[in-house]
Structures are given as C-alpha cells and as structure tokens.
C-alpha cells in the first residue's frame, strides 16, 4: 500500500469517530439519549413538512380540477 492510501484510512476513521455537531472527538463508548432522540425528532418534522406539502399540492389538484368540470 502507498503512503496516501493509509493516510487516507487514517482520515476516513478520525471522521468516524468524531461528533458532526461539536467537532470534538467521541473518546468513549457510550451513546447519548438525547441526541438520538432530538435527532429522530429533527426527522419527523421534517417528514410532517414533506406530508403537508403534498397534501396541500393533492388538495388544491382536487379543487382545481373540480372547477374546470363544474363548468
């Protein structure tokens, strides 16, 4: 192997290891609850937003569509 390839792999696994959100090195095995939790969170949300979105865009399909029959 070269040089870059393992340096490489070295970089790859200090990401690995190091939290996205503080930058800081995750030293212990140990997983914090409540970043999982605010996490899971952070998705239904975003997942809520996405559901009304289309829901919006279905129903207002439904009304035009039903104006261009009523006449």
Do not use: A, C, H, W
């Not at 996205?20 to 995750?26: A, I, L, S």
């Amino acid at each position: 192997m070269s040089k870059e390839s393992i340096n490489y792999n070295e970089n790859e696994n200090v990401s690995i290891l190091m939290n996205p959100k503080t930058g800081k090195k995750n030293s212990s095995g140990r997983v914090d609850i409540n970043v999982l939790i605010n996490r899971i969170r952070l998705e239904k949300q975003k997942e809520n937003k996405i559901n009304l979105v289309f829901f919006g865009l279905i129903m207002s399909l439904v009304v035009v569509v039903g104006i261009i029959l009523s006449f």
